[in-house]
């Protein structure tokens, strides 16, 4: 049975929304999709470390910056991304437009 609800991808297309950002915010929900996937199965347990912010560290933190981190790296509209858990500009793609920033 066909969904309601218009897809992600089907109403960023009707809007003006910008093709590369298009791209951005689907590589973004592809890596929170993994995140979500990820989760269901891992165990919360304390990494033994603090952020630079002095934020405790948790496994699932360190799971959701890599499956983030991975889809960003992924999209050729990402010239670099950074995060709380890795506040250090990391570079993606030389002829990307967009910097981008998260907390996992």
Do not use: W
């Not at 999209?75 to 998260?102: I, M, N, W």
């Amino acid at each position: 049975m066909p969904s309601r609800h218009p897809t992600l991808a089907a109403t960023m297309a009707k809007s003006a929304i910008d093709q590369d950002l298009q791209s951005v915010i689907t590589h973004i929900a592809d890596g929170c999709a993994k995140v979500a996937v990820a989760l269901r199965t891992s165990i919360v347990k304390k990494a033994r470390a603090t952020n630079e912010f002095g934020d405790e560290v948790l496994s699932v933190d360190l799971i959701s910056d890599s499956l983030i981190g991975s889809a960003l790296r992924e999209c050729k509209a990402v010239r670099g991304y950074a995060s709380e858990e890795v506040p250090k500009l990391q570079l993606a793609h030389d002829t990307g437009r967009f910097l981008v920033a998260f907390d996992p």
